[in-house]
């Protein structure tokens, strides 16, 4: 397919799948004064409980590709499912209400309230699907009891190192316990110590709550820590290595 390349007629897939996550034949465009490709014919197939690292150079696409898995894109061709439901061309409100109930995101730059402490970060999207203030902050407090916080709960985030800050974050991924997780770059603005320890922490959660958690990375000792190390370039899968 050329650089012209624009969204042909879906073709039909029997949306039937034993896996978590499924891409068929995914491409991503994006318009604007030139077409620019940044994901070309991605078939990939992740079984729950999976731990999935996401490797390649700057600009191969990984980001895209879990963009589009958490539901912030759709795909310009192909199709994407998600734990048996196609989420290819539903409406902005079904899409909401599929990442809402089954995606939580990690980043790499935290993404906290600077005016809220650390239970009211992890409580906000509770709040905000109308949980009452002492049922959310319960909530809250039981998470940041599972990523070794229960002392920092009135934090707010200039008060806390970076570790801890992406243990708030994390914290607040888990809210709605979604049955996958995405971590861009989760190690990325930590030293070397710290990071390792966020990893050992997203490892120990893997195993305790069985999710399928995807993480880009460009730590080789991220990478392969997991089960499986799939590689992009130039918009392209060209190595799914299990590990």
Request: neutral net charge; contains cysteine; glycine residues 8%.
């Amino acid at each position: 397919m050329g650089a012209g390349f624009v969204a042909l007629a879906e073709p039909c897939y029997d949306v039937l799948t034993f896996f978590m996550i499924e891409l068929i034949d995914v491409w991503k465009q994006f318009m604007g004064k030139r077409i620019f490709t940044a994901l070309t014919e991605i078939h990939l197939k992740i079984e729950r409980g999976e731990m999935v690292s996401i490797v390649g150079p700057s600009g191969s696409g990984k980001s895209t590709l879990l963009n589009l898995i958490g539901g912030l894109h759709q795909p310009t061709r192909g199709k994407l499912i998600l734990d048996g439901q196609s989420i290819t061309s539903v409406s902005d409100n079904e899409l909401t209400r599929v990442r809402r109930e089954k995606i939580g995101f990690i980043f790499q730059f935290f993404n906290l309230m600077p005016s809220l402490s650390s239970l009211e970060n992890v409580a906000l999207p509770l709040h905000l699907r109308g949980w009452s203030r002492p049922k959310a902050q319960a909530r809250a407090r039981e998470l940041l009891e599972l990523v070794h916080l229960a002392g920092h709960l009135d934090f707010l985030p200039d008060e806390l190192s970076g570790g801890q800050r992406q243990r708030v974050a994390i914290a607040r991924a888990l809210a709605f316990d979604p049955p996958i997780l995405l971590a861009d770059e989760p190690t990325g603005n930590l030293d070397s110590a710290t990071g390792a320890e966020i990893l050992q922490l997203i490892k120990h959660l893997h195993e305790r709550l069985a999710s399928t958690i995807l993480i880009v990375t460009h730590d080789p000792g991220v990478a392969r820590s997991c089960h499986r190390m799939i590689t992009l370039r130039d918009a392209r899968i060209v190595q799914d290595e299990r590990l």
